[in-house]
């Protein structure tokens, strides 16, 4: 059965060679406890953020611009102090990793969904509808996912009522940013598809009048697993960047909800008054958010690239 | 020779090196390097009605009346101006003036100047149609017939510029320039030639305008030694700010408030404020029968005044200027500023805060556990406006009225809330700066009664309607007693306040950064006019 | 291959006017531009006046096809802000982009391919580990942040370089150029720097890793047997050998980094297109927005094109395969 001789597969590569490459490699341990970190505290925001920075009835305005604790001025109810709206930067931080990483993850399963799924029926299929997939697909490459995103953004924001725009800001990055990515996974599993779709046993199970989705399922998508999994890695640290990056152009999540972007890009306002706390730590985090998943990611691909071994 | 006429004469000698030191003192080049948010959208003076572009163009082009550093008429071209008969005004030009190109200026050029500001194009249109009629009396005589008697003509007039009309005609821009058809007749665009102490050396738009000084400009008299200006619009305010700490720029404007203390504190700059005639402030929508972004359905809770009241009293105006504005803002308690004609003291004096009365008041009102609204908020045109909006919208949650926030670049935000989209906002914040510096303005757009034949109350966005203030506009309108009008004045920003009918919030700060060692005068309405500038 | 020139050609079209449809539909949403047009004191009649002769009040279909007859012409129509044709300031300002932009990718390409080579080549070597990881940081702050922070520490602290815009340009009638003067190299400088920082890091870890494949191949190995040297092997060979992928990357780049000057433009105020882009959106210039937007997608479609004949040119078994295929 090919599902166990999967798994077994699956199993003995965890147990073995992945394991040992994370054990022996340093930096890729310190990143995966810093993405773990970070991720659970964002996870557990509600529970142990000192203030919940998105209910405004919370805020007093009395409070904005204190600095962090150690600084003269600082009080303890604020460590990392506080911004111009009196919000709590701790708070904001674990609050706006939470969007960065929701709108990262969220965007990378969009992405991963409509790639892979493309990619699988072009290169299985192949003849026209190959052709059309992968004209749409090199102009998408070229067209830079900042741009993409600004036109689908402002189409939305258009097109949705104007209360809605609250709630909405954040599928509509989602969208946006997901769909300036699944070219990466919809070439790699087109070729990897079209390899596989020749071989004699999907030859043999087609003959057998097996459907073409359960070929594609069970045979095809196990042997691309491994690639899609390393470019979904990168694909979040950029996907996180480029939520922040839009933030700066204007069309990020709303400043009353903020994401980490959007915190660097508030906090820009003050980096010349002195008051760099605002900006500095949303940054660090960022920083470190990223930079650990991005490790994590070259990481997967030389383990799973047996080539490189 | 003596000893005595041996001294003499190397006296004179000394003199005289101090004398010619002096002359090369004068002479010498001095730039002005000189940034702006963006850059004057046009040299064309019929281009567009704003007051930034006005403002430059204000150095190279000039008025017959002008202002004064404090924004009392002043003489420009026009030496001397009367009002013979009601419907009629006479302006006495100067002799002595010539174009930059050395035209002579006379009263043909004012003729032509104010029918070219009424062709297709113009934005100043509105100005030229106050005249009926402008008629050459002699070479430098001009006599300007009103359709109804106008006492402010002259005011009104501070930024219709006078254009040559042989070098118009010559170009072949005898009408303002205009955005429809091709770039034919659009030469006064990207050209000038006025009276003005500057000339247009070189136009790159949003890059780079450079002026030269005009060696025959007719008032010897003005304070500047700058003899070039570079101009650069520097967008993002951290760049700007960057460029003067660096050295880079003379003269910066806007500072970001935040960013004075900064300022006071890092050697060879510092921050130049004062009190701008602009005054902020927030409106909520009375007029339809059920707001359009609301939880609450079937009513609008803003008819009721105890609801307004509430929203009132719930905004602590002197925190937002103490944290938003760095204490930099002027907290205010009516629709005025400062330096407008018609200011009162009492207009300084902010609401009471009082946020368990607001509690109290919505309980009465029936919405004991608040309701849901939508607030209208630009993110790029008055200063910090966004993060205003979001302290607002704070105080009001802690009352119970959770707040929406709905901020967007000017563009967005304008194409949405004013009368084109037919005033889609429930609640907005605004800014307001009359043009005319005079309280009529304001009373006139944002009080009176919304009224589509006479266009009174157009950026009335809320649709507050007392008839009484309507009456008293109108009267305000006419009345040429300073006292009685000013009484007036008094009396319908006081029912404004007793209806609740907005929440002002302050006046928005004038903000620029200086070099040491330069000196500028700094406007009310923002404009910086070279004639001022020392550079050492 | 011409029919194949021609067949890319036709659908090249097909993608701009898909554009100029995507950006047309946009532009009903992004504010109305009479506002940024007129001053306060300017009547509803005459608001609507302006909006009717500017054909704002036409049925959407007949503005897009206005638009595409004329931009089919070259002529794009005039800014509502600047009253000047749009094909004049986007040549004014392409020169600023297009420097920027190739400075950025050669100084990426400079750092990039080196980096790259030495950490295949030492693959497991301290200083090449540290090449990896500190080259991630570079992405992993947001460009704009990258960039202010460089303008405080060079131009506001250390005061060596300039904080913004293009320092003094040469005109060579046709084009501007800054590459001539020294204040117009100094300004380079900065961001220059930011908008190379992303690409640089993508080009080092993509030859590094083709230059890894390529190492193990056969003939590789055959070459080290044949005793050639190393540094003969790793560099004729090898690296000859990773070069087709990341010129192709490198390509398609381009267009990333031009769009990509949008954000660094507007942190150093550089006078280029994205710059002009950014301030047309703030205005609701249309007319503007559209030619940039069609301008991009043509320069998309044209780098592709190229991009492609080159890989035709360069690898004889992708005639092969289009041959079968």
């Known amino acids: 059965m090919p599902d166990l001789r999967l798994s077994a597969r699956l199993r003995a590569a965890a147990d073995s060679d992945l394991w040992y490459s994370f054990r022996t490699s340093p930096v890729t341990i310190v990143s995966a406890l810093t993405t773990l970190v970070l991720v659970a505290a964002a996870l557990a925001a509600p529970v142990i953020a000192p203030h919940n920075p998105f209910d405004l009835a919370s805020l007093n305005i009395m409070n904005a611009g204190l600095p962090p604790v150690w600084d003269a001025g600082g009080e303890a109810a604020f460590p990392l102090g506080t911004d111009d709206q009196g919000r709590d930067v701790l708070s904001a931080i674990l609050y706006g990793a ?42 998408q490459l070229s067209f830079p996912a900042i741009l993409i995103a600004l036109l689908i953004d402002g189409v939305a924001r258009g097109l949705l009522p104007h209360d809605m725009h609250g709630e909405v800001a954040l599928y509509v990055l989602v969208f946006a940013i997901g769909i300036s990515g699944w070219v990466q996974y919809a070439r790699t599993v087109r070729g990897a598809a079209m390899v596989e779709s020749r071989k004699e046993y999907v030859q043999a199970a087609r003959i057998i009048g097996i459907g073409p989705m359960t070929i594609l399922w069970r045979h095809i998508l196990p042997n691309v697993m491994g690639p899609v999994l390393v470019i979904a890695t990168i694909h979040l640290a950029i996907a996180i960047i480029t939520e ?42 960022l920083v470190l958010l990223v930079l650990s998943v991005n490790l994590l990611g070259d990481w997967l691909r030389d383990a799973l690239n047996p080539k490189l071994r | 020779m003596t000893l005595t006429s041996k001294l003499l004469r190397s006296a004179a000698a000394v003199a005289l090196a101090a004398a010619v030191g002096a002359g090369a003192v004068a002479a010498e080049a001095a730039t002005l390097r000189w940034s702006y948010q963006g850059d004057a959208t046009t040299m064309d003076p019929h281009g567009l009605n704003e007051t930034f572009t006005l403002g430059f163009q204000g150095n190279i082009y000039e008025p017959l009346v002008g202002y004064d550093k404090d924004l009392k008429l002043t003489p420009m071209l026009a030496e001397r101006w009367e009002n013979p008969e009601p419907n009629k005004w006479v302006f006495h030009l100067r002799k002595d003036v010539t174009f930059h190109n050395g035209n002579p200026f006379t009263a043909d050029d004012v003729i032509f100047s104010w029918q070219r500001s009424l062709t297709e194009g113009s934005d100043m249109k509105g100005y030229g149609a106050k005249a009926e009629a402008v008629n050459k009396i002699d070479d430098h005589t001009v006599e300007v017939v009103t359709k109804s008697p106008n006492p402010i003509l002259p005011r009104e007039w501070v930024f219709l510029y006078m254009m040559d009309k042989e070098w118009s005609e010559a170009n072949n821009t005898t009408e303002a320039t205009n955005v429809k058809g091709s770039n034919q007749g659009n030469h006064a665009n990207l050209h000038a030639n006025g009276t003005g102490p500057f000339m247009l050396a070189e136009r790159q738009p949003d890059v780079k305008t450079t002026l030269k000084r005009f060696a025959d400009y007719w008032d010897k008299g003005i304070a500047t030694n700058v003899t070039d200006v570079v101009f650069t619009p520097v967008t993002q305010p951290a760049t700007r700010v960057a460029a003067l700490l660096s050295g880079e720029m003379d003269v910066i404007q806007p500072v970001p408030v935040q960013d004075w203390d900064r300022l006071e504190k890092a050697p060879g700059v510092k921050p130049l404020t004062g009190a701008e005639a602009r005054s902020i402030f927030i409106g909520m929508d009375q007029d339809r029968d059920e707001l359009k972004y609301s939880s609450v359905k079937g009513k609008n809770p803003f008819k009721d005044a105890r609801v307004r009241e509430a929203v009132v009293r719930a905004v602590d105006v002197k925190a937002i200027d103490e944290k938003i504005m760095r204490g930099a803002a002027e907290p205010l308690g009516s629709l005025l500023a400062g330096p407008i004609n018609g200011f009162d003291a009492s207009f300084g004096t902010p609401y009471e805060p009082d946020p368990e009365k607001s509690k109290k008041l919505l309980a009465e009102a029936g919405y004991p556990n608040g309701f849901t609204v939508t607030l209208d908020c630009p993110n790029d045109r008055y200063v910090n406006d966004e993060k205003v909006c979001q302290a607002v919208a704070g105080m009001l949650a802690r009352v119970g009225i959770k707040v929406d926030l709905l901020a967007q670049t000017k563009g967005k935000y304008f194409g949405k809330v004013l009368a084109q989209a037919g005033y889609d906002t429930s609640m907005y914040l605004l800014g307001w700066t009359p043009s005319s510096i005079d309280a009529h303005n304001s009373l006139l757009n944002l009080a009176a009664c919304r009224n589509k034949d006479t266009q009174a109350g157009l950026f009335n966005l809320g649709g507050y309607c007392n008839p009484k203030v309507d009456e008293l506009t109108h009267k305000v309108g006419s009345e040429t007693d300073q006292a009685k009008r000013n009484a007036m004045i008094k009396e319908a920003f006081e029912i404004v306040r007793d209806d609740y009918g907005y929440l002002p919030l302050h006046a928005q700060p004038l903000s620029w950064g200086v070099r040491e060692g330069v000196e500028v005068v700094q406007r009310a309405d923002d404009v910086l006019d070279l004639r001022s500038a020392v550079v050492k | 291959m011409p029919t194949f020139i021609l067949k890319r050609l036709l659908q090249s079209v097909l993608v701009i006017l898909t554009v100029a449809l995507i950006a047309f539909s946009l532009f009903r949403y992004v504010g109305d531009p009479i506002n940024a047009m007129v001053g306060q004191d300017t009547t509803l009649a005459q608001r609507e006046e302006l909006k009717e002769r500017l054909g704002l009040n036409d049925p959407f279909i007949v503005q897009y096809a206005r638009f595409v007859v004329n931009a089919a012409q070259g002529e794009f129509g005039m800014s509502y802000r600047h009253r000047r044709p749009v094909s004049e300031l986007l040549a004014e300002r392409l020169p600023a982009t297009l420097e920027l932009s190739i400075v950025s990718m050669v100084l990426a390409l400079a750092l990039g391919v080196p980096m790259g080579v030495y950490t295949a080549l030492k693959r497991n070597g301290v200083l090449a580990k540290t090449f990896m990881t500190v080259s991630l940081v570079g992405v992993s702050l947001p460009t704009f942040l990258i960039g202010i922070l460089l303008i405080l520490v060079f131009g506001v602290w250390l005061r060596w370089l300039p904080t913004f815009g293009r320092g003094a340009v040469v005109d060579l009638g046709w084009w501007t150029t800054g590459l001539l003067t020294k204040s117009g190299l100094q300004a380079l400088i900065l961001p220059a720097i930011t908008l190379a920082l992303f690409q640089m890091t993508l080009i080092m870890r993509l030859v590094r890793s083709e230059m890894l494949e390529v190492l193990r191949t056969d003939f590789i190995k055959f070459a080290r047997a044949r005793g050639l040297p190393d540094r003969l092997v790793n560099f004729r060979h090898a690296l000859k050998n990773t070069l087709v992928p990341v010129i192709t990357i490198t390509g398609l780049q381009l267009g990333s980094i031009i769009a990509f000057a949008i954000i660094t433009e507007s942190v150093f105020q550089w006078p280029g297109m994205g710059l002009l882009f950014i301030q047309a959106i703030s205005t609701v210039d249309i007319p503007v927005m559209a030619a940039y937007l069609c301008l991009i997608a043509f320069f998309f479609v044209i780098i592709n094109l190229v991009v492609d004949l080159l890989y035709f040119a360069v690898d004889p078994r992708l005639r092969v395969g289009r041959a079968l295929g």
Not at chain 1, 104 to 110: L, P
Not at chain 1, 112 to 124: E, I, K, M, W
């Open chain 1, 98 to 139: 939470r969007i960065s990483l929701l709108v990262g993850f969220a965007s990378v399963v969009f992405s991963v969904v409509l790639g892979v799924g493309l990619g699988l029926v072009s290169g299985y299929v192949g003849g026209r509808v190959d052709a059309v997939i992968m004209r749409i697909a090199d102009v």
């Open chain 1, 244 to 285: 922040a990056t839009l933030s700066f152009l204007g069309v990020g999540v709303p400043p009353t909800t903020p994401s980490l972007g959007t915190l660097i890009r508030i906090g820009n306002d003050y980096l010349f008054s002195g008051e760099w706390w605002i900006t500095i730590f949303p940054g660090i985090v």
